[in-house]
């Protein structure tokens, strides 16, 4: 356990050192500067000549905060799957493993170090930059999301779902590589879920098969789906948002998690984690 | 030179060790290894190792680029799983990562955290090691290694050199009963091998035993006690130093020598001849009478004597030996 902690404590040294940081910080602070400008316009505008009125405006704050949040999570995806390459894949090119791994010490230890520094990581960085939001969306908008703990924490699952998909990916191809796949199929999941939104509207059953599969295939979708949910006003949505929803757009969302659906991201988690270590055991250095 | 090479190559007993049977593991041997085999694809690195490092032992890994050196070292501490044989460390099997727990090791590729400082290296490594060492010890370790005033600086700003003084600091942290060093020089300035060679003899004095795998073969003849000689992936002779270089050769040039007195050359070793230098090999062992009396029945034989020069065959030149005897078996 010490040395879990120890690799914790040391990958979350590292990533706070590295320059993705930086670049993360500039990106997070130009989303949260350009969205507290969106939302003070917003509050202002009249549409045919007047303004919203409040259940509009909720509707219209929700999809838009789902919108930024959405920026905020992809910005991530990006930070959290470019810095678990190159903490496993790099430092095993570099040699640092070397010296590390001929302790006596379990490869499954130092995997489960550097697993927990980088969820601890981005979960940190989802709840700070989620909260500043919330805050800027109250004080422009004046609207609070009804569950924010619960979003938050799903945000920061779906940041730890993509990480250990980087993670496993780190044990068989190089760093790089293994950064730009899991922000592929990050990418290409919510895709897809979009998709079977768009075929849930349609009532095509095979199109809107796509999303269910993807979603348990990488539960990112899945987990931001369940984010968005707690994000927006039910009775603004009951009330005005029953056409958007029904179109499948793709910055609203119909119903919360199932506990069965979090039950297999927690397990995919587990497997996916299991897998890497396996990869992790059996690799040459 | 070339008499001396075919010479040796006749009586090579220490040869052929991989096909041996495996000893027994000493109770607590530093380092027992049997059989190990690795291929990589088609190449196979590593063809049926075995060897022992006893405890307190100081003993050197020598053989040409490529010849397995380094994958043997890295299956002996976990770093490459062998496709066969059997490694203890300190009397743990080496399946168990705590064989580990009093094993330093300076890898040929060392690279450590660039982010941290010298001192953060030490202690995480002590932290890992799972031994408590106080922070005065880690600043005599950095000492130790000619690092004490750059404690505190990022080892991403430290040369190469430098790096791997700290590797050594590394290596050297966890008290360890056993330290492996994969050419721990090789980025050193002279100065710097100096230190290291008082460094492994220091270690010699504590009992800690030592796995020193180098292509400085005047460093390994100082601080070794015995010699494994690996080529293409096997152990191509083995011994202590005296074994290997045992044989002691003698050159002479001489005069009118008749054929008794050729014969009288030939009773003390094997002996070749071009011109007026002959040159034979005696037997291992320092005795005080072989040349003196031979010497003196030559002059008795009438031979005239020019020259007696007493040579002892360089590591180097038993290695070069061992390893173009191998080349040659091969081409023929």
């Avoid at chain 1, 493993?97 to 379990?106: K, N, S, T, Y």
């Avoid at chain 2, 054929?259 to 071009?274: K, M, P, V, Y």
Wanted: hydrophobic fraction near 50%; include cysteine.
């Amino acid at each position: 356990m010490t040395v879990v902690l120890t690799l914790a404590a040391l990958t979350l040294r590292e990533a706070v050192r590295r320059r993705v940081l930086r670049a993360l910080a500039v990106l997070t602070v130009a989303l949260l500067a350009l969205s507290a400008w969106g939302f003070s316009v917003l509050v202002r505008v009249e549409f045919d000549g007047s303004a919203l009125t409040s259940g509009e405006a909720a509707l219209v704050a929700s999809q838009i905060l789902n919108l930024v949040m959405f920026g905020l999570s992809l910005i991530a995806a990006l930070g959290t799957a470019f810095l678990a390459g190159p903490t496993l894949a790099g430092e095993i090119e570099s040699g640092i493993a070397l010296a590390v791994l001929a302790r006596p010490i379990r490869r499954s230890a130092v995997l489960l170090g550097k697993w927990l520094g980088l969820v601890v990581f981005g979960s940190g960085f989802v709840v700070t930059a989620g909260l500043a939001q919330f805050v800027i969306v109250r004080a422009t908008a004046g609207y609070w999301p009804p569950q924010p703990a619960a979003a938050l924490a799903l945000l920061a699952a779906q940041t730890a779902v993509l990480l250990t998909l980087g993670l496993l990916l780190s044990t068989v191809i190089s760093p790089m590589a293994s950064g730009i796949v899991s922000v592929g199929l990050f990418g290409a999941t919510w895709i897809a879920g979009v998709v079977g939104g768009v075929g849930q509207a349609l009532h095509n059953e095979g199109v809107a098969r796509v999303g269910t599969v993807s979603r348990m295939l990488l539960p990112t979708d899945g987990l931001w789906r369940g984010a968005m949910h707690a994000l927006q006003d039910p009775i603004a949505l009951a009330q005005l948002g029953g056409p958007a929803l029904e179109g499948g757009f793709p910055f609203l969302s119909k119903a919360p998690l199932t506990p069965a659906y979090l039950a297999w991201t927690g397990l995919w988690v587990v497997l996916a984690l299991g897998l890497a270590a396996l990869a992790f055991h059996r690799r040459d250095l | 030179m070339g008499p001396v090479i075919a010479g040796a190559r006749q009586d090579r007993p220490l040869l052929g060790e991989a096909e041996a049977p495996a000893p027994e593991p000493a109770p607590a041997a530093a380092v027992w290894c049997s059989g190990l085999r690795k291929r990589y694809r088609r190449r196979t690195a590593v063809d049926g190792v075995s060897l022992t490092v006893g405890r307190g032992e100081v003993v050197g890994l020598l053989g040409p680029n490529g010849a397995g050196k380094t994958t043997v070292i890295k299956i002996l501490l976990g770093l490459v799983r062998p496709d066969a044989g059997e490694v203890m460390l300190l009397g743990r099997p080496a399946r168990d990562p705590y064989a580990r727990a009093r094993v330093g090791y300076l890898p040929e590729l060392f690279r450590y955290q660039p982010w941290l400082t010298a001192a953060d290296v030490l202690a995480l490594h002590a932290r890992l090691a799972g031994v408590a060492v106080p922070d005065r010890e880690r600043r005599e370790f950095l000492a130790a290694v000619g690092l004490a005033d750059r404690a505190g600086d990022r080892v991403g700003g430290f040369s190469k050199g430098m790096q791997q003084r700290l590797g050594l600091a590394v290596a050297l942290v966890a008290r360890p009963e056993l330290v492996v060093l994969d050419e721990p020089t090789s980025a050193m300035d002279p100065i710097g091998r100096a230190d290291v060679r008082d460094l492994l003899l220091s270690l010699k004095a504590r009992r800690v035993a030592v796995l020193l795998n180098s292509h400085l073969i005047g460093e390994v003849e100082r601080v070794c006690d015995r010699v494994f000689i690996l080529d293409k992936g096997r152990v191509a002779a083995s011994g202590t130093l005296a074994e290997l270089l045992g044989r002691r050769e003698l050159r002479l040039r001489l005069d009118e020598v008749s054929a008794e007195a050729e014969a009288r050359l030939a009773e003390a070793g094997r002996l070749t001849r071009s011109g007026d230098a002959f040159t034979v090999a005696l037997p291992a062992g320092e005795d005080t009478t072989t040349v003196p009396d031979l010497v003196a029945d030559l002059v008795g034989l009438g031979v005239r004597v020019h020259a007696v020069e007493p040579g002892r065959i360089s590591l180097e030149e038993r290695l070069l030996d061992i390893l173009r005897g191998d080349s040659d078996g091969e081409s023929r």
